[in-house]
């Protein structure tokens, strides 16, 4: 029997604290520069002379997850039924591995970053997703019919040395933070992840500022941690920490910083951790 993965939706093992914490929403698609209004053409409506001839053409459709890679952004992709059923690989002889419920902890949609995608031999299509479960990089597939999907334009990529994270917007770098770090015992786990939760901690004085995100990845380290050790993004009380080895793996910016970065990463954001 599958077991049910909805703990883990919330992780940042942390959480006993941000009792009456607010649960924030996806905002609108939009990004880092914000939406450009298009200037009025000064092209005329109709040209003198005679309709130009149009040669035949063929329009390609291409799927939510084949269109964002084209416009090199992400696709992110929702629970749209009660219990999203997670699967081994695409059918036939499939194993149902993990299932998750269609709103988690705090009512979170459950999100996920799909990574690929597949046609069965009944011409279904399915979306492979990372998962926030241990152990980190676990994945699984789920039938398209089940999500709905949200492209995406952003991902962050943090650098580990250099303690430092990128906002990136279809491949460009348009903005960049210092950061805090886990320290020696408690390193930031390595690998690709997503954004699983975004919150607001009901006193801003505390290790996690003014906001906190949760991502997929967990401690390599700590495991006895309330939520499994999920790791996170999160702001600071501390902002002398910043640019250092401090923390138990999060990372950690300045409450400023923290504010502005999350109005450009949506649920289901990847996340880059490298040293």
Known sequence: MAGTAAKALLGLGLLLVLLGLTVLRNPPAEGPHGSLPTPPSSTPAA???????????????????????????YLAVEAAVD?????????????????????????VPATFWAIDEAVDNQGRTWYRIYLPVRPNGST???????????????DLRVDLSDHRLDLYERGVKVRSYPIGVGKGETPSPLGEFYITIKMKPPRPNTVYGVLAMGI?????????WPGGGQVGIHGTNDPSSIGKDVSAGCIRLRNEDILELSNFVPLGTPVFIQE
């Open 140 to 154: 699984g597939w789920v039938r398209s019919s089940d999500v709905t999907t949200l492209q995406l334009a952003n």
């Open 83 to 107: 219990v999203l059923r997670v699967y081994d690989h695409v059918p036939p002889g499939s194993t149902l591995t993990h299932t998750f419920p269609r709103k988690g902890y705090l009512g």
């Open 216 to 224: 997929s990845g967990y401690s390599e380290t700590l495991t006895d």
């Open 47 to 73: 040209a003198a002379g005679p309709p130009a001839t149009l040669g035949s053409t063929t329009t390609v459709s291409l799927s939510p997850f084949q269109q964002a890679k084209a416009d090199r952004g």
